[in-house]
Each structure stands twice: as structure tokens, then as C-alpha cells.
């Protein structure tokens, strides 16, 4: 217990003093309120959950002059894939009504889309009931860079790569998608007698009872090969990280093993 205390306290002690531009979008049951223009380079970006149901923010990068509309018709022409001009910039993901989360991202300059994926109780995932919002990232690309986090999440096909021991605290979470598909990392506040599997299988039926675990956090998905990072305050306990994004069949990843558990320690 002692050494997970020093290595909490030594992380803290060597992790640089992170400061970003923060950029806030709103959600709500359905839509997005938020700036229409932000600056280029590294960003805190936030989410506050105003609407009733559960809510992410997924930012998609619009390349070779496409626009909403564009992808809009995409995504009703195929809903399992995104197409190569749409690249998945990340963003902080799902939390409950009444709370936000923050992810830390580079934004490159263009045309961004800000979306929610996460269906309703009809499973109609909430971007196909209007829930989008354009931005553009403007100015000349920046030379800054993330900062390194306290923690490292690695994504894989299929499964997460997690370190040990984890102190509680705040924490910057650093995930880098090192798969060959379009990755997530959800971070669920898991009961002690609850699993991470018992999660996903409640959450795969939205017309059930909401799932038995929290959702804090996270990231949205990331294109291979990409990085970003997230914010969290960790208390002792038990934790889950699942990825819910669909396969080349439409099968969520977490029923191919993409879940994990870890467990933060106590102080006492």
C-alpha cells in the first residue's frame, strides 16, 4: 500500500503543469449548443450533459470540402462505417445527466463535426435524431503537443492495455489507439459486486434497466494510429473500461473481449 502512495505522489510530483485552451459544448436530448469556430492546437474539450439521457461527444474531422450534409447521407447509407473523409478526432465520452467530462485533443484546422452516438431506447443512435453540430478549427497548425499523462491506456484489437498499480486522485489519462480499427474507451465507476461484462450486457438493451455501473468518462473514438487524453478523478474502488464501437458486422467490440477492469487503491 505505501508503494502505491509514493508512486502516486511521485506522479504528481513530476506530471508538468498542463494548461489549454478549453472549448464547452452543451448536450442535450437533441443537440449541441457550442462555439462555431475554435482555435487550432492542443484543446481542453468538455462536455456538460443538460439533457436527460446519457450523452458523449464525439468530434469528426470533414476532409476534402465535405459538410454535414455529406455525412449526414453517409452515415444513412452505411451506419456500421464512417467514410475515409470523415476521421474520428476523439472527444470526451459518455457521462449521466447533470455532469460533464473533459478530453484533451490536438485539433488540427478544418471543418469538425461534434455528434453523439449513443442510441436511445429504440436503439436510434442520437446523431439520426438531429443530435450534430458543425465547427470549424481555424488558424495555422500548432507545434504544441499533449501532455503526458499520469496514466497510459493502450487500445488494441480487441482488448485495452492498463497499467498497475493506479493511486486515486486526478488524473491525465493518455490513450493512444495502436489497433487497426476505430477504437473508444469508455471509464465506468463499477459497484464492488458488478463486472464490467454485467455492464455491457445491460447496456446493450437500452430498453432495459440502466446498466448497473457509471459512466465518468473517457475518450471517443480514434482513428488508428491516433492519440488523445482525458481527465479524471479517480477514487478508490473498482473501474471498467469497454469500447462500444461496431465492428464490420455492427457487433459492439466489447463482444469480441474489448473490456477491462483495474482497481484503485485505497490510501488506508
Excluded at 511521485?10 to 449548443?33: I, K, M
Excluded at 443530435?131 to 500548432?142: E, L, S
Excluded at 473508444?184 to 463499477?190: G, S, T
Amino acid at each position: 500500500m505505501l508503494y502505491v502512495l509514493l508512486m502516486g505522489l511521485l506522479l504528481s510530483l513530476h506530471q508538468p503543469a498542463f494548461a489549454a485552451d478549453t472549448v464547452s459544448f452543451a448536450a442535450f436530448d437533441y443537440g449541441f449548443s457550442g462555439p462555431d469556430s475554435v482555435p487550432s492546437g492542443v484543446a481542453t474539450v468538455e462536455i456538460v450533459n443538460r439533457g436527460h439521457e446519457l450523452h458523449h461527444a464525439q468530434l469528426i474531422r470533414l476532409l476534402e470540402g465535405k459538410t454535414a450534409q455529406n455525412f449526414e447521407e453517409a452515415l444513412k447509407a452505411d451506419p456500421f462505417s464512417f467514410p475515409k473523409w470523415a476521421l474520428l478526432a476523439g472527444g470526451p465520452n459518455a457521462v449521466i445527466p447533470g455532469e460533464q467530462a473533459t478530453a484533451i485533443m490536438k485539433l488540427e484546422p478544418g471543418n469538425y463535426l461534434v455528434i453523439c452516438l449513443i442510441p436511445d431506447k429504440q436503439n436510434i443512435p442520437h446523431v439520426a435524431l438531429g443530435m450534430a453540430k458543425p465547427f470549424q478549427v481555424v488558424g495555422n497548425p500548432q507545434t504544441a503537443e499533449l501532455p503526458s499523462g499520469s496514466l497510459r491506456i493502450g487500445e488494441l484489437d480487441f482488448s485495452f492495455s492498463i497499467p498497475a498499480p493506479i493511486a486515486p486522485g486526478h488524473h491525465i489519462i493518455r490513450v493512444r489507439n495502436n489497433g487497426a480499427a476505430p477504437h473508444e474507451v469508455v471509464l465506468v465507476q463499477l459497484p464492488p459486486a458488478v463486472s464490467i461484462a454485467d455492464f455491457a450486457r445491460a447496456a446493450a438493451n437500452p430498453e432495459s434497466a440502466p446498466p448497473p455501473g457509471k459512466p465518468v468518462g473517457g475518450v471517443t473514438g480514434l482513428q488508428p494510429g491516433a492519440e488523445a487524453a482525458f481527465t479524471a478523478e479517480l477514487v478508490p474502488g473498482k473501474y471498467g473500461l469497454i469500447c462500444f464501437f461496431p465492428d464490420e458486422r455492427g457487433a459492439p467490440h466489447f463482444t469480441r473481449g474489448m473490456m477491462a477492469e483495474f482497481t484503485v487503491a485505497s490510501n488506508r
